[in-house]
């Protein structure tokens, strides 16, 4: 069973252009993280957000967690091809255990 | 300073065969991860230990899959025997004491033919 969604599964996009994914569960998280993953890395932690209805910036990254702490997006503005990488939100119900989500793979088009 | 370790990068090998994945975590952290890799079920936690001990192994597919941390700077994870479902790239993670990020490596990708 999944317990985080996230959509788009893809999205390719031209520079310059905003977007937003989303990341969605019926489960509560404590705090959740949102992670980029560029090919054959790891994935690198973004930012995590614990308070319902935070909001986070991250220079042309913006990142809400829901007011219910069952969701989160992330809006890009004016995309750039460095953006270009696989994204991963994780929640956390309190303990150390990550629970990941099924990822947006993103391009940016030059 | 020095990332998560892991070794090999890559790894191809024969069903059958034992496989072993290395890690290194970041020196000074307490607990590590297993994580595998694939497109049709994304990243999912196979274990993870705190202070060398397991404490949650209920990602772990089969009695095939094995993994110890002798001490706090390395971890091994272990299949055998191998069998072609298991190719995936698979990851380890560190985090230092007192919470903060999980720190991943750049993954073992293997290929069971």
């Known amino acids: 069973t999944q317990l985080l969604e996230q959509s788009p599964q893809f999205l390719s996009i031209q520079e310059g252009e905003n977007l937003t994914v989303y990341c969605n569960s019926s489960s509560v998280f404590s705090s959740l993280q949102w992670y980029r993953q560029e090919p054959g890395e790891g994935p690198v932690l973004l930012v995590t957000v614990v308070t319902g209805g935070e909001v986070k910036k991250l220079k042309r990254l913006t990142f809400q967690f829901g007011d219910a702490r069952k969701d989160s997006s992330l809006h890009i503005t004016a995309a750039q091809p460095g953006d270009t990488g696989l994204y991963l939100c994780?929640?956390?119900?309190?303990?150390?255990?990550?629970?990941f989500g099924t990822g947006t793979r993103l391009t940016i088009i030059p | 300073d020095a990332g998560v370790i892991q070794s090999p990068r890559h790894e191809v090998t024969e069903m059958g065969q034992e496989v072993t994945l290395r890690c290194k975590p970041i020196?000074?952290?307490?607990?590590l991860f297993w994580y595998r890799q694939t497109m049709m079920r994304g990243l999912e936690l196979l274990i993870y230990?705190?202070?060398?001990?397991?404490?949650?192994d209920s990602g772990m597919p089969e009695d095939r899959f094995s993994a110890k941390m002798p001490n706090a700077s390395f971890s091994t994870l272990k299949i055998q025997p191998s069998e072609p479902r298991d190719s995936a790239v698979y990851f380890c993670?560190?985090?230092?004491?007192?919470?903060?990020?999980?720190?991943f490596g750049d993954g073992t990708r293997l290929s069971i033919l």
């Open positions: 020196s000074g952290h307490n607990s």
């Open positions: 993670a560190s985090r230092g004491t007192g919470g903060g990020p999980q720190h």
């Open positions: 994780a929640g956390s119900f309190g303990n150390e255990k990550l629970t």
């Open positions: 230990f705190n202070n060398n001990v397991p404490i949650d």
